[in-house]
Each structure stands twice: as C-alpha cells, then as structure tokens.
C-alpha cells in the first residue's frame, strides 16, 4: 500500500513536466527531424509525404546548392557565436574583475551596468535602430568626423550593417558579468593573501591566480554565450530584417516556416535540424578550446613553479 | 572594514588605472544609448536637433499620447498577465518535479534528468514550425493561451536547476521527522519542504518572469492581433505606427523600457542575488 502511494506520488508531480517536456521539445524535435525529409510546403499544408528513397536529401540538396541565403546565414551565425567566445566573455571578465575590486561606488557602477539586460532585447535592438538612423542618430555624426562626406544609412551597406548589428548588442554582457564576478567572489581570502604575499596583486594575481579558479564558470558562460549569439533573431528583426548581408539562421527558419506566402515547412525543419546539429558540434568545441588552453596555462604555470 | 582599505592601497597606479578604465567603459555602454533615448524623447523634432543636441525646451506631448493614444497600459497588462500566469504554472510544475527527483529514487530517474537538461541544447528556433502548428491545432493560435503554454513549457532547464540545487540543500531530517507525525508525501512537501524552498522557487520565477516579460521570438510568432499584442512585440509595429512622429516613437520606447528598469532599481538587491545565482551580494 505505502509503495504504492509513493509510486502514485511519483507519477503526479512528474507528470505536468513530462507532459510540457513531450508537448514543446520531444514532439517538435521528432516532427522537425522526420519532416525535414519530407515534401512540404504551402501546398499541402496537412499532408507531408516523404520524399522517395532516390530523392531523400531533396531539402537538404536545395538549402545547400539553391536556398540563396543560407550560406550568408551560417557564415552570420558562426562568427557571432564565435564573437560571443573570443570577445564577449573576454569583455565580460574584464568588467567582472574590476568589479571585484574593492572601491568606493563600484557597487552602483556595477547596478548601472546591469541595467541594458533587463530591457528586452526587441528594446534594444529598437533603440539601435534609432541610433543608427541616418538623419537623427548619433553614428552618422560620429563616422562624420572622420569621413565629412559620409550619408548613408550604415544598416543599408553590406559589411558595416553586420558590424552594427553586432555592436547592437555584443557590449551587454550584464549577466555574464554578474555570473563570473559570483565566482571570483568566491574564491578565499586566503588564497588571495598568499598571492599577496608571493609579490602578485592586481591583474597579475587575476590573470595567475583567479582566471584558473574560475575556469569552470568560464567555460559555462562561453558556451550560453557562443549559444545565443548563434540563435541570434530579435537583433535581425529588428534592424535590418535581413538586409545587406545579415541573415542569421533563426531568422531563416522563420522566413522559410511562417514569414513567407509560399511557406516551405519541409525545407524550415531542414535548416533547423541542420541548426540543432551546428549547435552541438558548437558547444563541444567551446569545451574543447577550454580544454586545450586550460591545460596550457597550467602547463606554463607549473613550469613557471619549477623555475621558482 | 581596515582590510578593504589595505586592498585598495596594494593595488599598483596601472591597475587602478586599468580599473578605473573599465568602470568608465561600464557607464558608456550603460547609459549612452539610454540618456540618448531620454534626451530624444523631449524634443519637439528630433530631426532637427539630431544626435546629443539637448532640447530646446521640455516637450511631453509624446508622453501624453503614449498614453491616451497608444493605451500602453493595455499591453502593459497583456504581458504582466501572461507573464506571471505563465511563471507561476512553471515553477509550481517544477517544483513539484524536481523535488521528487531531489528525493526520490524511481525507475526512469536518470533519464527524465537528462531529458531537461538536454532541452538546455535544443534551440527554441529550430522548434519553430511543429510548435505554431500544434499551437494552431489546439486553437489557441492569437491568444493569450497559446503564449502562457509556450512560456510554461520552455524554460524548464534552468528552473529545474535552480529549485532542484536549493531541494539538495535542506536536510532531509525535516521530511523524515513530518512523516514521523503522519503526514503524507503531499503534505510532507507542502508544509515542510515548499515553504523553505521558496527562496529557490522564488528565484526562479523572478528569472523566468523576467525572460517571459521580454520575450519576443514566440510572442509575435503566436499572438497577432494589435490589442492582445505584449509590450515586446508591440515595438514591432512601432517603425509602421510612428511614420514620422519621432517625438511619439522616442517617448513611447521609454515608457516601454521603464517598467524593467524601476522594478530593476527598486529590487536591485534580489536581482543581482537571483541572477549570480545568489553568490554576488547586491
């Protein structure tokens, strides 16, 4: 009887997750895999058939060699995650370090600059657009300086667009930085006065002593980071939809599944599956770079003991 | 009290430097686009004073009809009600779940573990299209019900890690010893366990509410209708809806950005606990 009880327990409270789970992962995920095989589109919006056995790849044929953006659209992709690795939480631990320091006002400079990431990101991306606007922004007046002939609108030429883009929202590491400072935070007083002692204060005591203790963390955010620059849809959306060069892929999906008159879902699901993949094969390589230049620094780091 | 100062006087002039330095970039990045904002949302035509040109004078027409014409406050109350409908169905769903995992040892343990972790990996993007579809299917496709049961099952990762964390940390002494005075496994985690968690479940609603208030992606994908639209998606129609009057567009997007930002300023305290992760003290 109590077992019982215990088993009917069980099932109750897990249940409504399992059910969300099944319902807004596990059915989408399998619908999106299967149907990224199939013939499907606008035209029989209720019946996907599956393409024959010779003719199986068809979606994947045509988002490789004929779907005109898709190419743009990793190339966008990538580099934004891989800008979220290599400058975001570079820039992120910087700010966390400073603000580890113990110093008058720090705690409300630190306030301050969480305030961007707690606008929505739709916001943000709003308020870019107005700033990059031609006639009454601030960047046309800035690049005016150096360039007195320049009026164009920097979001309309391709190249500078991808940039301004990125520099819409690439500088609000907020979060991140709150995260990291959590973790330096943590690290021992004692572990710091030894370092003071061995002569090592300052960045240097933060580059030897607490980089290496928080790489755990590190790694972490790396890859929300990499993550979400590579799912990046409101900033498109709101400041080029696509234009001069900046597609990403979210933003394919939903042209191909829902944007577009002549929806192509079959082909949608094709370059999300190919985004599920991409995603992985991402985060297993942020793991990788950590474990490779971790295992560097400590390498150096014991040489460097050996020495002393 | 001594030992914080003796930390600022070790550090060398370069890397006070340095720190001041970064605390100044911190301001920029903060408060430029914001000031700027503020700054355009008062002249009468920003065309005419473009960039950091202050205003001629204070003008709050576009205020006034942000809130007379546009009825923000309509979509203001669209995406609190989504919002906290959709947190509090998530986190009660959660932390009924993740306390039977914390606890519990059961056939399927591991494996319903790995299932919400892995939706930490899975992009909601790429679940695009079956999720519109099945949103349709059950008619609920423009309204406020189809986005509350988006909300309430996405997420679930890091609410499940946040609560489940907070579970692991109280003795289990406690359950045992409400056993011990009859109560059931129910009542054992409704007045034992849930009370003292709450700071955990609390933490992560506030994280959940914050994502579902600023949520963009899925609510302009699901909820179409001008009236029924939450305040992100609203921007959306701003380029269309402002044509020209740029005193009424800057306004509006403050008045938009504010609400996160006073509630922000009020509890800055309990965000920065919640969003460190409750290592950093705010």
Redo the contacts between chains.
């Keep these: 009887m109590q077992k019982m ?3 009917i ?2 099932f109750v ?2 249940l ?3 059910v ?2 099944g ?7 399998l ?2 895999f299967y149907t990224s095989f199939c013939q499907w589109d606008y035209t029989n919006i209720a019946n996907p058939t599956l393409w024959s056995s010779a003719e199986l790849l068809n979606n994947y044929k045509y988002i490789f060699s004929t779907y005109p953006y898709f190419w743009e659209a990793v190339r966008n992709s990538v580099t934004w995650a891989f800008l979220g690795v290599f400058f975001q939480i570079p820039v992120a631990t ?2 966390a ?3 580890s ?3 008058k006002g ?1 705690k409300l ?8 990431c ?7 991306g ?6 990059y606007n031609p ?4 960047i046309n ?1 800035l690049i005016k300086i150096f360039n007195s002939s320049f009026n164009d609108s920097i979001l309309l030429l391709e190249g500078p667009a991808f940039w301004a883009m990125t520099g819409a929202y690439i ?2 590491t ?2 991140t930085t ?2 990291i ?3 330096i ?2 690290i021992p007083e004692e572990i710091r006065e030894a370092a ?1 002692l061995d002569g090592s ?3 240097s005591q933060d580059w030897h002593i607490v980089i290496p203790m928080i790489k755990g963390t590190l790694r972490t955010v790396s890859v929300l980071a990499a ?1 979400s620059g ?2 990046l ?2 900033e498109v ?2 400041l080029t939809k696509g234009a001069a060069g900046t597609y990403s ?2 933003y394919i ?2 042209e191909l ?2 944007n577009s008159p002549r929806a192509q ?1 079959g082909r ?2 094709t370059v ?2 190919i ?2 993949i991409t ?2 094969i991402i ?1 297993a390589a942020v793991n990788g770079i950590y474990g490779i230049s971790f295992a560097d620094l400590r390498r150096k780091l014991a040489k460097k003991g050996e020495k002393a | 009290m001594k030992k914080k100062k003796s930390t600022v006087k070790l550090l060398s002039a370069k890397d006070r430097f340095f720190t001041y330095l970064i605390l100044a970039w911190a301001l920029i990045v903060a408060l430029v686009p914001l000031v700027w904002l503020l700054l355009s949302s008062f002249k009468v035509d920003p065309l005419a004073r473009p960039g950091f040109m202050l205003p001629e004078s204070i003008y709050l027409q576009g205020y006034i009809s942000t809130f007379r014409d546009l009825h923000v406050m309509r979509y203001f109350k669209n995406s609190l009600f989504v919002s906290v409908v959709s947190v509090v169905i998530s986190v009660i769903m959660i932390s009924m779940s993740a306390y039977v995992i914390a606890r519990m040892e059961f056939f399927g343990r591991k494996l319903v573990t790995a299932a919400l972790y892995s939706t930490m990996f899975l992009p909601a993007t790429a679940l695009t299209f079956p999720v519109y579809n099945l949103i349709n299917k059950l008619h609920l496709y423009n309204t406020h019900g189809g986005l509350i049961l988006v909300y309430a099952c996405s997420g679930l990762a890091v609410s499940f890690f946040v609560i489940k964390n907070y579970y692991d940390n109280i003795p289990r002494e406690l359950e045992e010893a409400a056993q011990i005075d009859g109560c059931n496994y129910f009542q054992t985690w409704f007045h034992v366990v849930f009370p003292i968690a709450r700071p955990g479940i609390m933490t992560a609603g506030v994280l959940a509410f914050l994502n579902n208030w600023n949520e963009y992606y899925w609510s302009s994908l699901i909820v179409i209708q001008k009236e029924k639209l939450t305040v992100p998606a609203l921007l959306a129609t701003f380029s269309t809806a402002f044509r020209t009057n740029y005193n009424g567009l800057f306004s509006a997007m403050v008045v938009i950005i504010l609400p996160p930002i006073v509630l922000y300023c009020v509890f800055s305290k309990f965000f920065i606990e919640a969003l460190s992760g409750g290592a950093v003290k705010g």
């Design positions: 009880k215990r088993s327990f069980i409270f897990l409504p997750t399992i969300a789970f319902m807004f992962y596990l059915y989408p995920i619908t999106v910087l700010m370090l400073g603000f320091r113990k110093m720090i400079i630190r306030n301050i600059y969480i305030v961007p707690m606008i929505s990101s739709a916001a943000v709003m308020i870019f657009l107005q700033i006639t009454y922004g601030f007046p500088f609000f907020g979060t709150l995260l400072l959590g973790n935070m943590a003071l204060s300052g960045f993550t590579f799912l849809y409101n959306y709101f892929i979210s999906i939903r599944a829902v879902y949608a699901n999300a599956v985004q599920v995603g992985l985060i």
